[in-house]
């Protein structure tokens, strides 16, 4: 199932930001206005939970309102990877009182241990931190992929679908997220350049959580999605204006469609009949959207 004929609306938030309770280079409300005047629905500021900071959950419950909301988060980090760094989990939804990393607790066991607690987690910038097939399957408490990281992508590690193919192929049910990971820091990338939507009837922090661990969203840095549905022997895609609509997935190969201001398509599903698919569009100013992965096993 696609979320996209689900009741609800498309609500748009950032999953990975930083204020200056960790490394970002502002406050916290400062951080919430800047997505707030770009549109956004709600954020979740994720500093990262670390000694050097006072392992800091940052609380935003006053910055909500109405039309915006947050999600309590943190980006938290244990020893230790295969090339030898610590973790970086995401993980939104986390209570305020989430207790500090024990002295021998790996990774895998502290994302466990924040999903237990109730929170969305996160496999951040895995081509960034250059986590391999051997990482990523040990951290079995993970929701979803960060597929997509705009900070790292000025070191060109921005894109990590390989490795989340490569999961998927091998029977993870993960979905796939793209987030800007924005410090606000001068020498950075502007922020607001990767987001999520999630499919809600509410803009409240427990209906989003409950859509985001459902799989109830697609990702963007610019266009938008309008409807993907499979009929027969196809699926079948509205889009804002787009140069190529791209069907990939777990199988060597693609459907494309390319054109100028493409709205709508059908591509053929065969290629990927038994594995998973998704929908990739990219516009005319190079921004790209993507579905979750569309199971056909």
Not at 40 to 69: A, K, N, Q
Not at 238 to 262: F, N
């Amino acid at each position: 199932m696609t979320p996209f004929d689900l009741p609800g609306k498309f609500w748009r938030g950032n999953l990975h930001t930083h204020s200056n309770r960790s490394d970002g280079a502002l406050s916290p409300r400062e951080t919430a206005q800047v997505y707030r005047e770009a549109g956004y629905d709600f954020v979740s500021i994720t500093d990262h939970f670390r000694p050097e900071y006072g392992f800091p959950m940052t609380d935003t419950r006053e910055l909500r309102s109405d039309g915006f909301t947050t999600l309590i988060g943190a980006e938290l980090h244990a020893p230790r990877t295969e090339v030898g760094q610590a973790w970086h989990i995401v993980a939104a939804g986390l209570p305020l009182d989430f207790s500090t990393p024990g002295k021998t607790e790996t990774g895998p066991e502290l994302a466990r241990r924040a999903r237990d607690a109730g929170a969305f987690v996160g496999m951040a910038h895995p081509a960034a931190s250059l986590l391999t097939a051997i990482d990523a399957e040990s951290l079995d408490a993970a929701h979803s992929v960060e597929v997509y990281n705009a900070l790292s992508d000025r070191e060109n590690r921005g894109d990590s679908w390989h490795l989340a193919d490569v999961l998927l192929n091998r029977g993870h049910r993960l979905t796939t997220y793209a987030a800007d990971d924005a410090h606000l820091q001068p020498q950075d990338p502007p922020p607001c350049q990767a987001w999520v939507q999630v499919r809600s009837e509410a803009l409240t922090p427990d209906a989003l959580l409950a859509s985001l661990k459902a799989g109830h969203f697609y990702s963007s840095t610019g266009p938008e999605l309008y409807d993907v549905r499979i009929e027969g022997d196809v699926v079948v895609v509205r889009c804002s204006p787009a140069t190529k609509i791209l069907l990939s997935g777990g199988h060597p190969g693609a459907e494309v469609a390319q054109g100028t201001d493409l709205t709508d398509c059908s591509l053929p599903l065969g290629l990927f009949r038994g594995t998973h698919c998704r929908i990739t569009i990219e516009d005319a100013a190079g921004g790209r959207a993507w579905t979750n992965p569309i199971h056909l096993s």
